[in-house]
């Protein structure tokens, strides 16, 4: 392994009952890239951010980090190496103010810090305004923003976004879009997973595609091999892995 | 609310209860300092259930941990009420961190079967060694074992303990209001809203969870303590599953502001069970019921229901 990989996914499967979540992935991330991941519906994508997060263990396979096998390591124990991540369904301290979610990430994780204050990251988000508003008054693109803040803050190397872009409105995609390029500069690897696919391809260098918990192709985001299994997958809806 | 007028709302109830001291009659006077002593523990148990969403059915044990602690030790070891104090609280300290480590292993409804069950194996221990505790009887301790003792010379007895459960409310609920506010009360809630979501920023809960449960059971056993140490009596009813459920009725009956919550539902639901005593001969938890019903239909419905979803974890 290279020492410019921070995590690899060396075949992992993900079964549940009889469900094939998950099959066979091979996957490396590397330092400071961002690498989009789309796929249809129930492709395993979800469930590939939840095996790297670790809220969910592989059933087969192993997963490195940083050259280290986490495989058996928590999900907190993961946080503490530096792992972050947001959920498809965002999920903030609904209780507490936004300030007060951002000041119990801030550096709660074991990574580098990108932010030195919650001001700072409330001004990225656009949300400064809303610093003193309890998140359950928020909206659900302010609590997927916020969220993305969380994780911004808590100090990280590596970045799950799972479909952040999802129920915002144009104006946040836009924010959403500049936060993530602005992070290019800050050596964060991020993995984003999102239905958008022109969204994903402008801001990756690199673009997996996943079918039916396969990882069917895999390569620079302009690439035209990709592009044709992106336009089969959901275009034509076949199973590009068969 | 601001934190300014949060702070001015907190400590307005003792306030008055300092001011109308001097003019109140004496069965007032009796009743209050009862209630205060009790309001100890609704906080203490608020920062259990109310903070950290752990729906607790035994913390009865802990209150009486802290009772038999104090009490036990003026009998059997010294009767020096200070000494006897904090063993009520390393008592009820140590039980909690026992009752703790077993039922926050486990969620929601287990939580509340465990520690039903740590509380109920208490109390039957209570029962079993009567010689020592003197079973449902209870014992009554010496004069000169308790708090109001050395005070004699210059108090009444109802004078001294009104003073003694103030001065302890005084320090508890100053305790909640600081812990409301500090970075630790925000974890407890955060615990509550979403512990994975904690988790997976790098903390452990399990820990948290456990603290909070110390804490609480540090609020209870002060008030078991007290109980034993102002009355001069122990007894095996306070370790009983009605004590375990009257606190969860003070939460609720007092609202969503832990500050002044668990002191106002401990007055308003011991104020009119003491009314209701008279009129029906009806028990207390008849009316706690009947109080419970006016609560949800004052509109509080969804602030104790969303409360006691999270902390069964029926619901996600
Ligand atoms: N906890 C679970 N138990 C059983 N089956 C599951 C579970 N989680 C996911 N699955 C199944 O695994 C497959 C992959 O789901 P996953 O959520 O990873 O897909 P996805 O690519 O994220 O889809 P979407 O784009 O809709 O978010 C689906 O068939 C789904 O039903
Ligand atoms: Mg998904």
């Not at chain 1, 001004?123 to 302010?142: D, I, K, P, R, T």
């Not at chain 2, 109308?20 to 608020?46: C, D, N, Q, T």
């Not at chain 2, 609920?173 to 809203?193: E, P, Q």
Request: proline share 3%; charged share 15%; aromatic share 8%.
């Amino acid at each position: 392994m290279s020492p410019s990989q921070i995590l690899s996914l060396r075949g992992v499967s993900k079964f549940f009952g009889g469900v094939q979540a998950v099959l066979d992935v091979y996957l490396d991330v590397l330092e400071g890239e961002m690498l989009g991941l789309i796929g249809p519906n129930g492709a395993g994508k979800s469930t590939l951010a939840k095996l790297i997060l670790g809220s969910l263990k592989p059933s087969t396979g192993k997963v490195f980090f940083g050259g280290r096998d986490i495989t058996g390591l928590s999900r907190r124990e993961r946080a503490g190496l530096g792992i972050a991540g947001t959920n498809q369904f965002p999920r903030v301290f609904s209780s507490l103010t936004l300030r007060e979610n951002l000041e119990i990430s801030l550096k709660s994780g074991g990574g580098k810090h990108l932010f030195e204050s919650v001001a700072e990251v409330a001004e990225l988000l656009g949300l400064s305004g809303l610093l003193e508003a309890q998140a359950s008054s928020l909206s659900h693109g302010q609590r997927r923003l916020l969220e993305i803040g969380m994780a911004l803050v808590s100090g990280s190397r590596l970045l799950v976004l799972d479909e952040p872009s999802q129920g915002l409105t144009g104006g946040e995609v836009e924010r959403l879009a500049s936060i993530l390029t602005g992070l290019s500069s800050k050596r964060l690897s991020v993995i984003l997973i999102d239905h958008r696919v022109d969204f994903v391809k402008s801001l990756s260098g690199r673009v997996g595609v996943m079918s039916k918990g396969r990882m069917v192709a895999l390569g620079p985001a302009g690439d035209k091999g990709v592009a044709d299994v992106i336009e089969e997958v959901y275009l034509r809806g076949l199973d590009a892995g068969d | 609310m601001n934190g300014l007028a949060r702070t001015i709302v907190t400590f307005s109830i003792p306030a008055v209860l300092a001011c109308i001291y001097p003019i109140l009659p004496e069965y007032a006077k009796f009743f209050l300092a009862r209630v205060m002593i009790l309001s100890v523990y609704a906080y203490g148990y608020a920062i259990c259930f109310q903070m950290l969403g752990m729906l607790s059915l035994g913390h009865a044990a802990l209150f009486a941990a802290g009772m038999y602690g104090a009490g036990l030790y003026t009998i059997y070891a010294s009767p020096s009420p200070l000494s006897a104090l904090l063993m009520g609280v390393a008592a009820a300290l140590a039980f909690s961190l026992a009752m703790g480590l077993l039922s926050t292993r486990v969620g929601g409804p287990f939580l509340t079967i465990t520690t039903l069950l740590a509380a109920q194996a208490l109390y039957l221990v209570a029962l079993h060694f009567n010689e020592i505790t003197g079973g449902e009887q209870g014992i009554v301790l010496g004069r000169e074992a308790t708090l109001v003792w050395p005070l004699s010379p210059w108090l009444g007895e109802s004078d001294s303990r009104y003073l003694f459960s103030l001065v302890t409310l005084v320090i508890a609920v100053t305790g909640v209001w600081a812990l409301s506010r500090s970075r630790l009360g925000k974890l407890f809630i955060a615990v509550r809203d979403d512990e994975e979501k904690l988790e997976s920023l790098g903390y452990n809960t399990a820990t948290l969870k456990l603290l909070g449960f110390a804490l609480s059971g540090v609020y209870s056993g002060t008030a078991g303590a007290l109980q034993a140490l102002l009355y001069s009596y122990v007894g095996a009813g306070y370790a009983g599953i009605l004590n375990s459920v009257e606190p969860v009725l003070w939460v609720l009956v007092g609202g969503p502001l832990i500050q002044v919550g668990p002191l106002l539902g401990c007055m308003l639901v011991n104020i009119i069970a003491d009314l209701a005593r008279g009129m029906l001969r009806g028990h207390v938890l008849i009316v706690g019921l009947g109080l419970v019903l006016i609560a949800f239909a004052a509109g509080r419905l969804s602030w104790a229901y969303r409360l006691l979803r999270r902390s069964t974890g029926l619901v996600s």
